[in-house]
């Protein structure tokens, strides 16, 4: 019997990556969230919602984080479960470089990179080619991982399972309004797996 009781803090950008009716259903499941777009955003909305749950004295045992991305190399549409979180921008291949972040969960060998600029055609051809060598790009990753560790050394606990799923969207080749469309289209299946998830989640605490 596991007397550890399971709570899921699921963090997901803005509400239009899952649609509004998804995220009612799942916020009978778990904390939603809704971080923004970027590193300083989610970093701080990741931060904020550990140190609320914090004060009311419970902690998360998992947090999940769900949302769109790009890719070069996985069709739109393409479910991805990254292992391995790394940091963009000029933190990659340089001297400002940060070490990738491995979660200990989903697919072996998938990565995402997180960068504050969107990728398109203006993006310098040597970013371009630094990116291609990963999975799938996004504005939040790295920051929420960095947030938890970083708010669970300064209270002594240890980090919270950590779940990644991610849709690909496009391939960094269309503007906002397209990716508006085009998420749209994806919502019931980023629902359908957050939502197995969470029961694999449940499934394996109630074995404990």
Same mark, same amino acid.
């Given at each position: 019997?596991?007397?550890?009781?399971?709570?899921?803090?699921?963090?997901?950008?803005?509400a239009d990556e899952l649609?509004?009716?998804?995220?009612?259903?799942? #916020? /009978?499941?778990?904390?939603?969230?809704? *971080?923004?777009?970027?590193? +300083? #955003?989610?970093?701080?909305?990741?931060?904020?919602?550990? %140190?609320?749950?914090?004060?009311?004295?419970?902690?998360?045992? @998992?947090?999940?984080?769900?949302?769109?991305?790009?890719?070069?190399? @996985?069709?739109?549409?393409?479910?991805?479960?990254?292992?391995?979180?790394?940091?963009? =921008?000029?933190?990659?291949?340089?001297?400002? %470089?940060?070490?990738?972040?491995?979660?200990?969960?989903?697919?072996?060998?998938?990565?995402i990179v997180s960068s504050? #600029?969107? *990728?398109?055609a203006d993006t310098p051809?040597?970013? +371009? $080619?630094?990116?291609?060598?990963?999975? %799938?790009?996004?504005?939040?990753?790295?920051?929420?991982? &960095?947030? *938890?560790?970083?708010?669970? %050394? &300064? @209270? #002594?606990?240890?980090?919270? $399972?950590?779940?990644?799923?991610? *849709?690909?969207?496009?391939?960094? =080749?269309?503007?906002?309004?397209?990716?508006? $469309?085009?998420?749209?289209?994806?919502?019931?299946?980023?629902?359908?797996?957050?939502?197995?998830?969470?029961? /694999?989640?449940?499934?394996?605490?109630?074995?404990?």
């Amino acid at each position: 019997m596991n007397n550890n009781p399971t709570k899921i803090l699921l963090l997901t950008a803005v509400a239009d990556e899952l649609g509004a009716e998804n995220i009612a259903k799942l #916020n /009978q499941l778990c904390d939603v969230k809704l *971080i923004g777009v970027g590193k +300083l #955003n989610s970093f701080e909305a990741t931060l904020n919602a550990l %140190a609320d749950s914090g004060k009311m004295g419970t902690t998360y045992s @998992h947090i999940i984080n769900v949302g769109s991305c790009g890719s070069f190399c @996985h069709a739109p549409g393409t479910l991805l479960y990254p292992s391995i979180v790394a940091q963009g =921008d000029i933190y990659i291949a340089s001297d400002f %470089a940060t070490p990738p972040i491995s979660l200990g969960t989903g697919n072996k060998g998938c990565s995402i990179v997180s960068s504050d #600029n969107f *990728i398109g055609a203006d993006t310098p051809s040597s970013q +371009l $080619e630094l990116f291609k060598t990963f999975d %799938a790009m996004d504005m939040e990753s790295y920051a929420i991982m &960095r947030s *938890i560790a970083f708010y669970s %050394a &300064r @209270h #002594n606990q240890p980090q919270p $399972e950590v779940h990644m799923i991610k *849709i690909v969207s496009d391939a960094a =080749d269309g503007t906002l309004e397209e990716w508006a $469309e085009r998420i749209k289209q994806l919502q019931t299946s980023l629902y359908e797996a957050t939502q197995a998830t969470i029961d /694999q989640i449940n499934t394996q605490q109630n074995q404990k």
